[in-house]
């Protein structure tokens, strides 16, 4: 089992920065990609951005929604991958999730976190 702990939510006037962490509790066969998630109040959840675990060539992958603006990256000493978000938006405002797994949309991940809350004031 792999756990997932999210941390680094909070609130924010529109222009300003956040940064989220996601921790695993261990990186298996099971968790070849993190992804991070965002579910706003009354909206279905949403694919943000996605960041493979294993020790090849790097994967990332960004939703058109936050291309330019987030930035996905990873410590695989610390079990760590964060989410830089810049230039935010009303919009961006949410409960956001990591989870790992498959590193394709198409497939559900096998682990989720509790999520941290993003604010975004206009």
């Known amino acids: 089992q792999v756990q997932l702990v999210e941390s680094g939510g909070g609130s924010v006037q529109a222009g300003g920065s956040l940064r989220l962490s996601c921790v695993a509790s261990?990186?298996?066969?099971?968790?070849?990609?993190i992804r991070w998630f965002r579910q706003a109040p009354g909206k279905e959840r949403e694919g943000v951005a996605t960041?493979?675990?294993?020790?090849?060539?790097?994967?990332?992958y960004y939703t058109d929604p936050v291309s330019g603006r987030f930035n996905i990256s990873r410590d695989n000493s610390k079990n760590t991958v964060y989410l830089q978000m810049n230039s935010l938006k009303p919009e961006d405002t949410g409960m956001y999730y990591c989870?790992?797994?498959?590193?394709?949309?198409?497939?559900?991940?096998?682990?989720w976190g509790q999520g941290t809350q993003v604010t975004v004031s206009s």
């Open positions: 261990q990186y298996t066969s099971r968790t070849n990609c």
């Open positions: 989870a790992a797994g498959d590193c394709r949309a198409t497939v559900a991940p096998n682990y």
């Open positions: 960041i493979s675990t294993d020790s090849g060539p790097t994967y990332i």
